[in-house]
């Protein structure tokens, strides 16, 4: 009871220091702005999908040029994601990523850089107990900033288009995503959850080496730097090698269908999806998509995830504890 | 006497330099032990070591028994340079988030911390709109509110005004003599801990060249030195080594020689001297042995800061 007091105490004292209220009203802008990103997204995603549902609708589509997506055979399901997984949701999880690895970086570096770790450090405290509530901190305040703009977009949603009636089933759940019917808020809501948890898990990595490289470089600046230029990397590889790939994959059908040699790209592929198979972004994208029941492989995922963050835990943890306070 | 503090063969080498090299210290409870060195003689290194703040590299630290860094950390208090706290928080809300890391500090020990260092009226000021002196006296806040009983203060006067540095020095004297604190007190600046230290070490390129009691220390040059005014050293040593009972004891910062006499030696006989060798400008003045004097004299550092 003592020691959980006392780890209480330590986390309060972490929020204090860096979750300002300056911080925390831009947390909820943020919210705001992502949560309308997503309703967009989410709609865009439905508009897509009821649309290359309908026999006609995908006909008519297909008249105008769409015919190389095979979209009777993708199930419609290609267009949609070339909008919502390459363009929408990593634009809408750099939102999400930024003022995290930000205030990752303020609680590992900022004493360190300043020197007010030092007095912190002259009480009778063991330094894995103050990385360890830092290491909290920043997982509870990513869960914050990760829920509170889907469940604003849960509410921003709900009057605009209900959640059992309408022509546009925004909230859409598991069971639901494959049908037009629009979901009970009940799905919806746990259809939710299970979203902000493998976003927040997904985003542990970035946590994580946020915290190793503001340590590494003892700043909080040179750690925002670094894991936004690593982040942006891991995007952009993730983004290409996915398009190569799924361009690849379109050729093998467009062949398969009309005739040609499939082998030809296969390689290009296949390199293209191992390389991708190994990006953040691809991993985050996995494990939202088990979320929503698109059958994608994620046991590979989660050990990505747990991988990452383990290894720049163990790093982080290593340097801290040895680390002279000059 | 308790020992409040012991360092045993304590080094710390940083590459292939060795910024503190097996040093050996003992301070007895109640005492305010005199750190003295210059800029970067090893002192705050030495410091950092006795706070778990930096790993010796060999040797001992023993505080009040407890060999520990956590351990050691339950009796001491400590400002390290300057403590830096967080701008936007006021200055209790620097000291309760402190307090959240320190076993069984409570709001009453806050209180009577500031109340300790007078800072109870500006307590919900924010600490970016403190002067430095009160930002020195917050650091000593925290460094007090959970009572130890060795105090360790790294040139606690920097970059105070004198109203400030006067103000200071009386917390320290009352905290020693009215709360009964021990005191270890590094600087580089004599007059202070001549004012406030009963026993000073002096600490250079990271040895501890001489310690003792402070009035052991002067006693030994108890007897006044004299200072030749008027005339370089280079000229008036000639004449001074041609006297008996006169002996040359160092040049002072401006270049004067100085002097002491045997018993019966009278000064205006050197005066004499002087003015048959065509050197009748100069003055005999005496002066006072100080701690600054014989800081100099033991570390071989000349007035200007260069080595001697």
Request: proline fraction near 4%.
């Amino acid at each position: 009871m003592q020691a959980a007091l006392r780890v209480l105490a330590m986390l309060n004292a972490e929020r204090r220091k860096y979750l300002t209220r300056g911080l925390g009203l831009g947390v909820l802008i943020l919210a705001g702005v992502t949560g309308l990103l997503t309703v967009i997204g989410m709609v865009t995603f439905m508009i897509m999908r009821r649309r290359m549902s309908d026999p006609e609708c995908a006909a008519a589509m297909a008249e105008h040029g769409y015919d190389i997506f095979n979209l009777a055979d993708a199930g419609g399901y290609f267009v949609s994601v070339m909008l919502e997984v390459p363009v929408v949701s990593p634009l809408a999880r750099l939102l999400f990523v930024l003022p995290i690895v930000a205030v990752t970086c303020l609680l590992f570096s900022q004493e360190l850089a300043n020197g007010s770790l030092a007095t912190l450090l002259l009480r009778p405290v063991r330094r894995w107990e103050v990385i360890t509530s830092k290491g909290l901190v920043a997982a509870m305040y990513t869960l914050v900033v990760v829920a509170l703009p889907v469940l604003t977009a849960m509410l921003i949603a709900a009057p605009l288009f209900g959640f059992d009636s309408g022509d546009i089933p925004v909230e859409c759940t598991v069971e639901y995503l494959s049908a037009t019917e629009a979901a009970p808020i009940g799905d919806s809501l746990k259809h939710h959850l299970a979203s902000i948890s493998v976003l927040w898990f997904g985003l542990m990595p970035v946590v994580s080496l946020a915290a190793l490289f503001s340590v590494v470089f003892r700043s909080p600046i040179m750690g925002i730097i670094v894991t936004m230029l690593a982040y942006l990397l891991d995007l952009v590889v993730s983004v290409v090698t996915g398009l190569v790939g799924m361009a690849a994959n379109v050729q093998v059908m467009g062949q398969a269908q009309g005739g040609g040699d499939p082998g030809a790209v296969g390689p290009v592929a296949k390199i293209a999806h191992t390389i991708n198979q190994f990006t953040l972004h691809y991993n985050q994208t996995a494990l939202q998509n088990w979320v929503n029941d698109l059958g994608q492989d994620h046991w590979r995922a989660f050990a990505v995830m747990i991988g990452i963050t383990v290894l720049a835990i163990a790093a982080t943890t290593v340097i801290w504890q040895r680390r002279d306070i000059t | 006497m308790t020992e409040a503090l012991l360092l045993k063969e304590l080094t710390r080498t940083f590459g292939t330099r060795r910024a503190v090299d097996r040093l050996n210290l003992r301070v007895e409870a109640g005492d305010c032990y005199g750190f003295l060195g210059p800029n970067g003689a090893g002192k705050t290194t030495t410091l950092r070591m006795i706070l778990g703040l930096v790993r010796p590299s060999e040797g001992e630290i023993i505080v009040f028994g407890e060999r520990h860094p956590i351990a050691r950390r339950h009796h001491l208090g400590a400002v390290i340079e300057h403590a830096d706290f967080h701008s936007f928080l006021s200055g209790r809300a620097n000291l309760e988030v402190l307090a959240a890391y320190d076993h069984g500090v409570k709001a009453a020990d806050i209180d009577r911390a500031l109340e300790r260092v007078g800072l109870r009226d500006r307590q919900h000021d924010h600490y970016g709109t403190y002067s430095l002196g009160m930002k020195q006296r917050l650091g000593i806040a925290q460094a007090l509110m959970r009572g130890p009983k060795l105090l360790l203060l790294d040139e606690p006067t920097n970059g105070l005004d004198p109203a400030g540095i006067k103000s200071m020095r009386d917390l320290i004297a009352e905290l020693r003599h009215v709360d009964g604190l021990t005191v270890f007190l590094s600087s580089h600046l004599m007059h202070e801990v001549e004012m406030l230290c009963n026993r000073v070490g002096f600490l250079h390129r990271g040895v501890l060249l001489k310690e003792g009691d402070k009035s052991e220390l002067l006693g030994a040059k108890a007897a006044a030195y004299h200072e030749l005014r008027g005339a370089s050293a280079d000229k008036v040593r000639p004449i001074v080594d041609n006297m008996a009972g006169c002996t040359p004891v160092g040049v002072a910062p401006d270049g004067s020689l100085r002097v002491v006499f045997e018993e019966g030696i009278k000064p205006s006989t050197l005066l004499a001297a002087c003015e048959a060798a065509g050197l009748d400008r100069v003055e005999i003045q005496t002066e006072r042995y100080t701690l600054e004097d014989l800081f100099l004299e033991v570390t071989g550092v000349q007035a200007d800061g260069q080595v001697g």
